[in-house]
Structure formats: C-alpha cells, structure tokens
C-alpha cells in the first residue's frame, strides 16, 4: 500500500449520526470523540507521518451556547486523558488554529501539554480548533507584511515556499503538502479546510458519519488513495517514467 505522509480529516456528522437515532446532537460529539483514539493509533500505525483533524472551525462559533460547551469540556478530556499514550508513541501534537479565541481555563489545559510533546519526533498530530483556511491566509499575509515594515524581508521575497513559512502548519516544512483529505458525513465540500495545503490532495468523502469512523474504514480509504494516480499537472506517460526511476 502507498501511504499518504500528511492525511487530513474533517471529522463531519456527528449531529447528523444523534438525531438519526433520535438523541440530542450532543451525544453524537461525545460518541465522535471517542473516535479519535483509535484512529490516531491506526495511523501512527500505518506509518502516517501527519495526521491534521478539523475539530472546530471558526464558522463553528456561531453553534448555540450548549453545543460549544460539551465541545470545549470534551476536547479538555480529551488532552488530559490522552496525554500519556501520545508521550509513550513519541507523538507531536499541536494545535493549529486561533487558540488566542479559547478560554483560559482551555488554554491552561492545552498549552502545558502541547510544550511537553513538543520534542517528540514520531507521528505529527494537528487539532485543528477554530481553525479556517482564509483565516490562516489572511494571518499569513499580516505577518508578512509586518516583517516587511521591520525590514526583515522585502516584498519581492514573497514565494510559494516562503508562503509555507508563515502558515500556521509552517511546523510541519516539508510535510505541510496534504496529500489525502477525507470528509465523513456524505458532504462534499472542503468548509474552509487547508486550502492551501492541499492544493494537489487527494479527496475521499464517506457517506459515515465521524462516530461511525473506524481504523478499518481509514485503512480502507488508504488502499483506495493507493490506486490512485497522482499527475502533479503532468501527463501520465511523464509520471509513470517517474516513478520507474524511483
Ligand atoms: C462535526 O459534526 C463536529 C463539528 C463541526 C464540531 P457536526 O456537528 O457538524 O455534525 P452535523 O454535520 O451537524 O451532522
Ligand atoms: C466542518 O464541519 C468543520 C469540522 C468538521 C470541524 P461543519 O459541519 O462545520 O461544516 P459545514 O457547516 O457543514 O460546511
Ligand atoms: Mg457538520
């Protein structure tokens, strides 16, 4: 199997996955972030180098008042209980996004964990929480042009390789590329996603929704990523002599 190195997920449909089984919404994001756990373990498994999850987007702040704080206290529960098994698989996990918008209580829980994962150098794990992809741009260009008024760089500087820099993936270098995006739920649209990063992804979307996820569902998604044939904007003649000399 050909393993994609940086996966990203858009963990969709857990409101969808409650009310079908006639429970309030909540329940299906208790029941989606039990998920986690086991697919992360599964892609540290397969060799995935990055696995970015969309937990939360910034357009998801506008969710009544009760659905954000059962998101909030599971994501707490989630740093505080997994926080052992991450440090014992030597996992990195950051959290991408403007955590500057979360609590402080939130931020006291994750900013201590993410500082002692930080020297891990296994499998590179990113929340992304009220995380959007045109925030993410538009930051990027602010920076920029700030280190442009400080004399740090000079507009003509600016290049697709440079733009990686001031991205909030700019940890990953190399690994920023997604090269497999997946969306649960049956949707089949990106919902301000890593836009940039995944300008040559590839893109899977499963009728499951999230709580109906599992490690043999991400297996399956990757055998299907393996078939496929990557271009890259060139013809397939060009890429098959490629790969030969590989
Ligand atoms: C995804 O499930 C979780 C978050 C966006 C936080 P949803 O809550 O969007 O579930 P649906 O899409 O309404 O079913
Ligand atoms: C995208 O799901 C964000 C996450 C999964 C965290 P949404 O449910 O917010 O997306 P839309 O609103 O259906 O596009
Ligand atoms: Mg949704």
Not at 25 to 50: C, M, N, Q, W, Y
Not at 73 to 89: A, D, G, N
Not at 123 to 141: E, K, T
Request: glycine letters at 6%.
């Amino acid at each position: 199997m050909k393993i994609p190195r940086h996966v990203a997920i858009i963990m969709d449909g857990n409101g969808r996955w409650a009310e079908r089984r006639g429970y309030p919404r909540v329940f299906g994001h208790i029941r989606g972030s039990t998920r986690v756990k086991p697919l992360v373990r599964e892609a540290d498994r397969l060799g995935i180098r990055a696995l970015t999850l969309y937990a939360f987007s910034t357009e998801n702040w506008l969710r009544p008042e009760g659905e954000l704080s059962v998101l909030w206290r599971l994501l707490k529960k989630y740093f505080v209980k997994e926080f052992q098994e991450l440090q014992k698989k030597n996992i990195r996990m950051r959290v991408i996004g403007e955590i500057e918008r979360l609590s402080p209580e939130i931020r006291s829980v994750i900013d201590p964990i993410q500082e002692r994962l930080s020297g891990n150098t296994g499998l590179q794990l990113n929340l992304a929480i009220s995380y959007g992809s045109r925030r993410d741009l538009s930051r990027a260009a602010k920076l920029f042009a700030q280190d442009c008024v400080d004399g740090k760089r000079r507009p003509e500087d600016m290049s697709e390789q440079l733009m990686r820099e001031y991205l909030w993936t700019a940890e990953l270098a190399e690994l920023s590329d997604v090269d497999l995006v997946i969306r649960t739920s049956g949707e089949v649209r990106v919902s301000n996603f890593l836009l940039w990063q995944s300008a040559y992804a590839e893109f899977i979307f499963s009728e499951l929704c999230w709580p109906d996820f599992k490690p043999e569902h991400l297996r399956a998604c990757i055998e299907e990523y393996s078939g496929r044939d990557r271009r890259f904007g060139q013809t397939a003649s060009q890429t098959s002599q490629a790969k030969e000399f590989q």
